[in-house]
């Protein structure tokens, strides 16, 4: 099995500004998603850029180029700050108002976790890098690296290949949430996985 050299790297060890090519790979990871706000790639780049919080993101990389991205959040600090006035900027005013409608709940609300706790968010990839075990070592490298005592994450139940990672990684399941408009959405549950430093250790 071929093996990859993937450096992994806080955000803000890195000496230049890298908030577009860290936004470039969030949105080509939820392209499908963020087709509601526009096709283009550039503004949302440019859009995404200026809400990334670069302290709680780790940054992967493949031949010098930022090929992965994960943020371990926590509940002072999210992966992004969904500010209206961007959204609006950049999608006008009635798609940006329906924007932050939608969005600031997801990236907005405080976390109900304790200090001890690491919330795991924003995990994408470009998509060259697919299959390569991106993931996987930026993963490894936060539980680690991190102080977190318990590490949390969802993934929705479509998403079968992340939800066969994470619980490889050690992740186990503690609950299931029914999503409202799930058939406009594509899904139909969130489904919540923990996993602590003393389960990692066993792994």
Do not use: W
């Amino acid at each position: 099995m071929q093996t990859y050299d993937i450096q992994v790297r806080p955000m803000g060890d890195f000496e230049s500004d890298i908030h577009r090519k860290a936004a470039a790979v969030f949105v080509d990871g939820y392209g499908k998603e963020l087709t509601f706000l526009s096709k283009d790639r550039e503004r949302l780049i440019d859009t995404f850029s200026q809400m990334i919080c670069p302290d709680v993101f780790y940054l992967a990389e493949l031949d010098h180029e930022i090929v992965g991205i994960l943020a371990c959040s926590n509940n002072h600090k999210r992966a992004l700050t969904i500010d209206q006035t961007i959204l609006r900027k950049s999608f006008g005013y009635v798609k940006g108002s329906l924007a932050y409608r939608f969005m600031k709940d997801e990236f907005n609300k405080k976390l109900p976790y304790q200090d001890d706790t690491g919330y795991i968010e924003s995990v994408a990839t470009t998509g060259k890098a697919r299959g390569k075990g991106v993931s996987t070592t930026l993963f490894r490298y936060v539980l680690e690296n991190a102080s977190y005592q318990r590490y949390v994450l969802e993934v929705v139940d479509t998403n079968e290949n992340a939800y066969r990672l994470y619980t490889k990684l050690g992740f186990s399941e503690i609950e299931r949430k029914k999503e409202s408009f799930s058939k406009l959405k594509g899904f139909k549950e969130r489904i919540y996985m923990e996993l602590s430093v003393g389960t990692l250790y066993r792994h």
